[in-house]
């Protein structure tokens, strides 16, 4: 019904003559006789409609108790202010076709990987383990910007495992019977609780979904418990040990560290003996007081000390470097120092063009612009990384091969980026670690086992 339909019932007796003879109620097809039915009583009538069969109003009649009709369906047509837009809570991995969501970033470990040689190369690293290749930085956004950490953790860890070949299996029990997401996962972890575990747990945070609740590692554990994949917590009191954090740091190097390989060619030797290699171990997730983070390796500094490499949640990758990681580190120009710029001027001068080497650019803005491929790891240069640490089968972490745009990085800022000093370690005490075994899914009466949040004390 339209609003002009609307005016003519409610105004009817003013628009038409008393003489119009018997009239139908446009609601429930009742006569109306004009000797008998005064306009007041008309209105009574559809005041009847409007209201619930119980309202007092009107002729008690049970010819005029019909079901109520809302009165919403009456009122004009208005103009409402558009709805805010909804925040995204979408997730992605690295093996779906579309390109991943804006606060998601793949392809960082390969990059991370060409960095660390680079620096190696100049003497600051010495050597330096990674994560799983495809392991996935995924940052918080506007609506989870200063409670979602640990949901956000949790997914650079889903992504990792959907994405592993060691337990295939695991996929299915992450995506069904629905898949990873911020508030999915308060779903999984509620629903966890109905199930009977985790009970200290439910008691303190009780309602979960729709929330801005904190949660730590003891939540993602549960929630892994309860769909069959096999994790445990590591605890780390560093006030009851002499080595303080190096026993945190020791025990992160024996998990990332690569078991030695029988080395049965050549071939095994010299990969055995590369200072920056990427493994199939999944991220682990470190939870200390006010926030966590996802470590995806280490590095050992020229001075010895031992460096965290981590995903954070709340420091997204510059633009540049999202940009080079989804292209490939095909497309990536390392930038050279200072003092290497100046010193190929002198040893490299390139005055009569005869030159094998790259000529001199007249400006440092015409530099940018002037790139070779070389396949040496030289820093003497300018050089465009050669594509051998792409994701294998071809994937390019779901992004077009269109994006050939090439990007300049200098590697000390990339690996800067994601490095986690000992002098930033040191200022907490107690941290708890999550990791993943990776071995076969628990069944029914393994879970049971665990709905009880236990972990292991190493200090």
């Given at each position: 019904?339209?609003?002009?339909?609307?005016?003519e019932i409610?105004g009817?007796?003013?628009?038409?003559?008393s003489?119009?003879?018997?009239?139908l109620?446009?609601?429930c097809?009742?006569?109306?006789?004009s000797?008998?039915?005064?306009?007041?009583?008309r209105?009574q009538?559809?005041e009847?409609?409007f209201?619930s069969?119980s309202s007092k109003?009107?002729?008690?009649s049970?010819k005029f108790?019909?079901?109520?009709?809302?009165k919403?369906?009456f009122?004009?047509?208005?103009f409402?202010?558009?709805l805010r837009?909804?925040q995204?809570?979408?997730?992605?991995?690295?093996?779906?076709?579309r390109?991943?969501p804006d606060?998601?970033?793949?392809?960082?470990?390969p990059?991370?990987?060409h960095?660390?040689?680079?620096?190696?190369t100049?003497?600051n690293?010495r050597?330096?383990?990674?994560?799983?290749?495809?392991a996935?930085?995924?940052?918080?956004?506007a609506?989870?910007?200063?409670?979602?950490c640990g949901?956000?953790?949790f997914l650079m860890?889903?992504?990792?495992?959907?994405d592993?070949?060691?337990q295939?299996i695991?996929?299915?029990?992450l995506?069904?019977?629905f898949?990873p997401s911020?508030?999915?996962?308060?779903?999984w972890i509620?629903?966890?609780?109905k199930?009977?575990?985790?009970?200290?747990?439910?008691?303190?945070?009780?309602?979960?979904v729709?929330?801005?609740?904190?949660?730590?590692?003891?939540e993602?554990?549960?929630?892994?418990?309860?769909?069959?994949i096999?994790?445990?917590?590591v605890?780390f009191?560093?006030s009851k040990?002499e080595?303080?954090?190096?026993?945190m740091?020791?025990?992160?190097?024996?998990?990332?560290?690569?078991?030695n390989?029988?080395?049965d060619?050549?071939?095994?030797v010299?990969?055995?003996?590369s200072?920056?290699?990427?493994?199939?171990?999944?991220p682990?997730v470190?939870?200390f007081?006010?926030?966590?983070?996802t470590?995806?390796?280490y590095e050992?500094?020229k001075?010895?000390d031992?460096?965290?490499?981590v995903f954070?949640?709340s420091?997204p990758?510059?633009?540049?470097?999202?940009?080079?990681a989804?292209?490939?580190?095909?497309?990536?120009?390392?930038?050279?120092?200072?003092?290497?710029?100046v010193l190929q001027?002198?040893?490299h001068?390139t005055?009569?063009?005869r030159s094998s080497?790259?000529?001199?650019p007249?400006?440092s803005?015409?530099?940018?612009?002037?790139?070779?491929t070389k396949s040496?790891?030289?820093?003497?240069?300018?050089?465009?990384?050669e594509n051998f640490d792409?994701?294998?089968?071809g994937?390019e972490?779901?992004?077009s091969?269109?994006q050939?745009?090439?990007s300049?990085?200098?590697?000390?800022?990339?690996v800067?980026?994601?490095?986690?000093g000992m002098?930033?370690?040191k200022r907490k005490?107690?941290?708890q670690i999550?990791?993943?075994p990776?071995?076969?899914?628990?069944?029914i009466?393994e879970r049971?086992k665990?709905?009880v949040?236990?972990?292991?004390?190493?200090?």
């Amino acid at each position: 019904m339209d609003s002009d339909d609307e005016i003519e019932i409610i105004g009817e007796s003013s628009s038409r003559p008393s003489c119009a003879g018997p009239t139908l109620c446009q609601l429930c097809d009742m006569n109306f006789d004009s000797e008998n039915f005064s306009e007041f009583q008309r209105h009574q009538h559809y005041e009847a409609h409007f209201n619930s069969s119980s309202s007092k109003q009107g002729p008690s009649s049970d010819k005029f108790r019909k079901p109520a009709i809302p009165k919403d369906l009456f009122k004009p047509c208005s103009f409402q202010l558009p709805l805010r837009k909804k925040q995204a809570d979408e997730f992605w991995y690295p093996t779906l076709s579309r390109p991943p969501p804006d606060n998601y970033c793949p392809g960082l470990i390969p990059l991370l990987k060409h960095a660390l040689k680079k620096s190696h190369t100049k003497g600051n690293t010495r050597r330096a383990v990674l994560c799983y290749e495809s392991a996935t930085h995924i940052c918080v956004e506007a609506f989870d910007r200063r409670w979602g950490c640990g949901y956000r953790n949790f997914l650079m860890a889903c992504a990792a495992l959907m994405d592993q070949q060691i337990q295939s299996i695991y996929f299915a029990l992450l995506d069904d019977p629905f898949p990873p997401s911020v508030r999915n996962l308060q779903r999984w972890i509620e629903a966890a609780w109905k199930e009977g575990y985790d009970r200290e747990g439910a008691k303190d945070l009780r309602n979960l979904v729709d929330t801005d609740k904190w949660i730590g590692t003891a939540e993602l554990y549960t929630a892994f418990t309860f769909r069959g994949i096999p994790s445990q917590l590591v605890d780390f009191d560093l006030s009851k040990s002499e080595k303080g954090i190096q026993v945190m740091i020791d025990w992160i190097v024996r998990y990332f560290s690569p078991p030695n390989p029988k080395q049965d060619t050549v071939t095994d030797v010299l990969r055995g003996a590369s200072p920056v290699v990427a493994t199939d171990k999944m991220p682990l997730v470190l939870q200390f007081n006010g926030h966590s983070q996802t470590i995806v390796g280490y590095e050992i500094s020229k001075n010895g000390d031992t460096n965290l490499l981590v995903f954070d949640p709340s420091r997204p990758p510059r633009l540049s470097m999202r940009r080079a990681a989804i292209a490939g580190t095909s497309s990536v120009v390392w930038e050279q120092s200072r003092t290497n710029q100046v010193l190929q001027s002198v040893m490299h001068p390139t005055s009569n063009g005869r030159s094998s080497k790259l000529k001199r650019p007249s400006s440092s803005s015409d530099m940018q612009q002037h790139k070779r491929t070389k396949s040496s790891e030289s820093d003497d240069e300018i050089i465009i990384v050669e594509n051998f640490d792409e994701p294998k089968n071809g994937r390019e972490s779901g992004v077009s091969a269109g994006q050939t745009q090439p990007s300049t990085l200098d590697p000390s800022n990339v690996v800067n980026h994601f490095r986690l000093g000992m002098s930033k370690l040191k200022r907490k005490q107690n941290y708890q670690i999550l990791y993943f075994p990776m071995t076969d899914p628990w069944s029914i009466e393994e879970r049971d086992k665990r709905k009880v949040v236990t972990s292991i004390s190493c200090c």
